[in-house]
């Protein structure tokens, strides 16, 4: 059975939309796109290209496919090169025919559950109202979170208002921290939160 892990770029208040570029989605109104660049060094690069480098499959949701198939077919680095070649996924009810070689659609996220089968590492990048219904669905087993120092206010989140299930998480390594205030955090599913203690009595 393979890993499903989510990765995700994200601010101090779960905010990851748009780190990678003022146009990049400005749904909603969004200003502040293009964050991440401020605090890109070389360590956590390598980090991020080493996650990139261990998956063997890569799930979208239709917003963040419809980024990176409009981006990365036109690059030619070694993350492209990378992405180009991988067996993609996109979860969506309306996408038919993916332009995006090598992509298959699928039309329910209860369809995940089989590419954990077939796939040993596969990635969730951005993503995030996928990422919601995949830990809804109980198919995540590890969220990978790069948190940046930084608050918006306004922004798509991981987890808005009344979004989210019950669960608890383990950290699965040690948190990496970056020279510019980035910090890496790997966490994997641990069961249903522990709650009702009084603190006095733990």
């Known amino acids: 059975m393979g890993i499903l892990s989510v990765d995700l770029f994200i601010t101090l208040d779960g905010v990851y939309q748009a ?12 200003e502040f796109g293009g964050w991440q660049a401020a605090y890109s060094d070389q360590e956590s690069g390598e980090a991020i290209v080493a996650g990139i480098d261990r998956m063997d ?22 993350i492209a090169d990378t992405f180009n070649a991988l067996p993609k996924f996109v979860v969506s009810r309306t996408l038919t025919d993916p332009g995006w070689e090598g992509t298959t659609a699928l039309a329910e996220v209860a369809e995940v559950a089989a590419l954990k089968e077939r796939f040993q590492d596969i990635h969730v990048i951005g993503s995030g109202d996928l990422a919601r ?14 948190l940046y120092p930084l608050t918006f206010g306004s922004g798509r989140r991981l987890f808005p208002d009344g979004a989210g299930v019950p669960a608890a998480f383990r950290l699965a390594q040690p948190p ?19 709650t009702g203690i009084d603190i006095s009595q733990a």
């Not at 780190?19 to 969004?30: A, Q, R, V, Y």
């Open 19 to 30: 780190p990678g570029g003022p146009d990049e989605d400005t749904s909603g109104g969004f």
């Open 133 to 146: 219904s995949l830990l809804e669905a109980d198919l995540v087993d590890r969220l990978s979170l790069y």
């Open 176 to 194: 990496q921290g970056f020279s510019k205030g980035a910090v890496a955090l790997v966490y994997e599913k641990a069961g249903a939160p522990v």
């Open 57 to 78: 499959a890569l799930l979208l949701g239709r917003r963040t496919y419809d980024i990176f198939a409009g981006f990365w077919p036109n690059q030619s680095d070694h």
